[in-house]
């Protein structure tokens, strides 16, 4: 049932549809001057409805980080990624079945991974695309060395059932301001040539090189042999964006509504929203800087969060809100506070709010 | 279906029946001894099955943070105490609702609070209860001084539609060893002792003293002013128990299973529970002793999560698990965990593992 803002039960999160659709275009954009793929990664949204957003913005298909997610995802695209490793019975079976009708590749970084793969590919009579995963200094995941990924590549490359496509990296380390991204991006773009090249002299290609991430999403021309970029959190941003300077406040368009439940302590109110809502991420760069922004209140800051309750710290205010007054909180990070709703409310300029489901939440597998 | 936990799809927890049955006994016998009634709070299993074995083990009714908790929790009991304040219509609404055939008691710290339960009990034809809230020491909410509480007491008392039954508090200040509460406890229950006294100077009662953590579970007799206590994560247990010396491995229920799902990075493995099943959630009485305990490899410390990665130091270890093998994280915080699962499963010993659903998940209205 469409509501006004002011009615929604809290905590609740609600999306601003312009941003949304602001925030695609200029990605979009950006991709088709570059000759870039856009393969948005859908776990910031989990939302069917915002991809379909992505595919009608041109993204060339999505990425997924759990079989879960591309259970879900394939019912709106035919070109899915997941950028995690499979090395389960399980999860390759799901996998290769998905693998039937369109085309589904894996990021992996071990042969066990491309063995357990293939042999469910084989089983299902399908085709697995494989992405070597590079680390390229995020140190997660990922093959050390050209060396190590011309190994996993011939691995591959040998296994009926798998299909070698190329390569897949996350530059999750480079998280400073974008205009001082470029050193960072030269040395990872020249770690890609050497890959590019030894697998080049051992008559391998690599056709896909898949990176990029939200903090680095308009540099990435500075990384001339990417094909697609695999950015997440550019559908909604948060406050890891805009004080990682990638975004500001206008560009955020998933907003938290929440009540202030009490005032009883000196200096502090408390907000409906704790970890529950929130998650106690810390806003990488700059972790000191509370649980979140509260947008009315610019000069609050949210101390401490429990399961239910954030304390927030209002000394610092000239004026603070009273028991029953509705805040809007932008979350440090908001892919995982979306998990933690079964559906969101989606807002159009002028007419009133509507549930819009979270298809894809909860899937840890 | 039931399955073996070796073919479970991981990330999953699994509860070891036996496990809660001695918690919750252990518990319900200190309670008898004691003459203090066990509220149970709901919010760290989140489910109907578990709520009905302490109901069965003898607990007096049961405790909820959130109204939609109290609409599933009215499946199994007629005695629900919501230890949050409500302090919108459509809170009150419901909690009024839920009065009319029923107990329900709501913790609150304000006038508007009380204001808003009562017009909404009135509108209902019901009656709510109200326990005054007392800050501690914890201070997240909570009335501020007996004056305080007696001003809102009588503001109570003078409502149609609300009933004062007393004070409840929350000593979330007091995470020290058991053995080493006892002058905390003494300083609390002086403050108990000043507020009811200052009641009963001015003909009030409270009837009832709803307190008690899991950290202070067991020295709940320090506290004599105390007629039940709420303790939530006894019925799992985690690592905050563990390290804040409350319980031990043994009394851990709750136990995530996981993958190895890569070990590229030298000296480091990763697992596939991120913080999208272990939460982001420090452990409080040891924030740097990393975000869990591997049950197999207690010389590996998890260094850091991202959504569906747990990155893991192994260099510790005299082995190391390699990709594909399964082990065993005990949570810092079990009841976030909880939350993020749709359903978790439930061992019984010498019988396959079967699923339970979360009934009262994500219920953050």
């Given at each position: 049932m469409p509501e006004s803002i002011e009615d929604l039960p809290t905590p609740c999160i609600v999306i601003d549809a312009a941003i949304v659709r602001r925030n695609l275009a200029k990605a979009a954009s950006y991709a088709r001057e570059r000759g870039l793929g856009v393969r948005p990664h859908?776990?910031?949204?989990?939302s069917t409805l915002v991809a379909r957003m992505q595919l009608e913005h041109g993204a060339v298909g999505l990425t997924v980080a759990k079989v879960g997610e591309a259970g879900i995802m394939a019912g709106v695209t035919d070109d899915l990624l997941m950028a995690y490793p499979a090395v389960d019975r399980r999860r390759c079976a799901e996998l290769a079945s998905l693998a039937r009708e369109r085309t589904v590749r894996v990021g992996i970084d071990s042969p066990t991974a491309a063995d357990c793969l293939a042999a469910a590919a084989r089983s299902a009579g399908s085709t697995i695309g494989i992405l070597v995963d590079l680390d390229v200094g995020h140190h997660r995941t990922g093959v050390q060395s050209p060396e190590e990924a011309l190994a996993l590549a011939r691995h591959v490359e040998k296994a009926a059932g798998l299909r070698l496509d190329g390569i897949m990296f996350f530059p999750g380390h480079i998280a400073s301001p974008p205009d001082e991204q470029a050193p960072a991006l030269k040395a990872l773009s020249e770690q890609v040539e050497a890959l590019i090249a030894v697998w080049r002299k051992n008559g391998?290609?690599?056709?896909v090189v898949s990176g990029g991430s939200t903090p680095t999403l308009f540099q990435s021309?500075?990384?001339?042999?990417?094909?697609e970029i695999r950015p997440g959190t550019y559908v909604y941003n948060d406050m890891n964006c805009v004080r990682g300077e990638c975004a500001t406040l206008d560009d955020c368009a998933a907003r938290i509504t929440t009540t202030v439940v009490s005032t009883a302590v000196p200096g502090q109110i408390v907000l409906d929203a704790g970890s529950k809502t929130?998650?106690?991420?810390?806003?990488?760069?700059?972790?000191?800087?509370?649980?979140?922004?509260?947008l009315e209140y610019p000069d609050a800051k949210i101390v401490k969060l429990s399961e239910e309750h954030a304390q927030v710290d209002?000394?610092?205010?000239?004026r603070a809100p009273k028991v029953g007054d509705r805040v809007t909180v932008i979350p440090n990070h908001i892919c995982p506070c979306i998990n933690l709703q079964d559906a969101v409310y989606w807002k159009e300029q002028g007419e009133p709010a509507r549930t819009i489901k979270v298809d894809a939440r909860g899937k840890v597998f």
């Open positions: 859908t776990k910031t949204h989990k391998l290609e690599a056709k021309h500075l990384v001339p042999q990417l094909t929130l998650t106690s991420d810390r806003c990488g760069p700059a972790p000191d800087s509370g649980h979140g922004h509260v209002v000394t610092a205010c000239d």
